[in-house]
């Protein structure tokens, strides 16, 4: 079955720091790919996307590049902020079905102290 | 302003009691997703709804019942057969469940305790 497999965390990092967030997947078909994040004791939000192969989803300073021939979806960001802390999620969605079955991978935190 | 709304945001129970969380949604979205958040773990999908008076089975289903009388609400049951009731539940909704790269919207989350 579908499947996404992101780096353990915690990730820690000083502000301004470079991060990168690894994601990996195996999918049949063509599927879209997704990260979010969640703040402490909140809900998930979106953070980017990429529907299809070569795609760069990009939204507040991240981005991430939709891979097929590696297929990964790594998350990168030039210069990271305290504020950036929280857990992130690599997804997928399966567009071979007729149901979008987002399909999560295990979250990995990261801490950004000042 | 649209969104989704989960009530209450903290619920206590004791065991063998049924609890209903609740899901309103004002984004007008056809499609529907409960999903259940553990420690360390990603997000597994529990019931889903395409359309009103429609809902699915997701990945582990046992244990819970929804119901879907209305475009806007999609309430989860948390019946005493749930053996591991004690969890983070997040309501979702999209614009359609068939539409490919179409994003998901989360609720805030219900943090249920069963002792």
């Known amino acids: 079955g579908n499947s996404v497999t992101q780096m353990e965390g915690p990730v820690t990092l000083s502000e301004e720091a470079f991060l990168t967030i690894n994601c990996t997947y195996t999918a049949t078909g063509y599927p879209s790919l997704f990260w979010y994040v969640q703040y402490p004791g909140e809900g998930l939000q979106l953070l980017l996307k990429?529907?299809?192969?070569?795609d760069k989803g990009s939204n507040k300073g991240f981005e991430a590049t939709y891979r097929k021939e590696t297929t990964s979806f790594h998350l990168e960001k030039g210069s990271v902020q305290v504020s950036d802390s929280a857990v992130y999620f690599c997804?997928?969605?399966?567009?071979?079905?007729?149901?979008?079955?987002?399909?999560f991978g295990t979250g990995t935190r990261l801490l950004v102290s000042p | 302003d649209g969104g989704i709304t989960q009530s209450p945001k903290y619920l206590f129970r004791k065991e063998g009691q049924n609890v209903t969380l609740s899901c309103e949604q004002n984004l007008n979205h056809d499609a529907m997703y409960w999903y259940r958040q553990d420690p360390g773990q990603g997000l597994r999908l529990i019931y889903y709804?395409?359309?009103?008076?429609?809902?699915q089975k997701g990945d582990i289903a046992e244990g819970y019942s929804v119901s879907r009388e209305k475009k806007e609400s999609f309430p989860l049951t948390v019946t005493s057969a749930q053996k591991n009731p004690t969890a983070f539940y997040l309501c979702?909704?999209?614009?359609?469940?068939?539409?490919?790269?179409?994003?998901?919207?989360f609720g805030p989350g219900t943090r249920l305790t069963v002792t």
């Open positions: 979702a909704s999209s614009i359609s469940s068939g539409v490919a790269g179409s994003e998901q919207y």
């Open positions: 709804s395409q359309i009103v008076n429609d809902f």
């Open positions: 990429a529907t299809k192969a070569d």
């Open positions: 997804a997928l969605s399966d567009r071979d079905t007729g149901f979008q079955k987002l399909v």
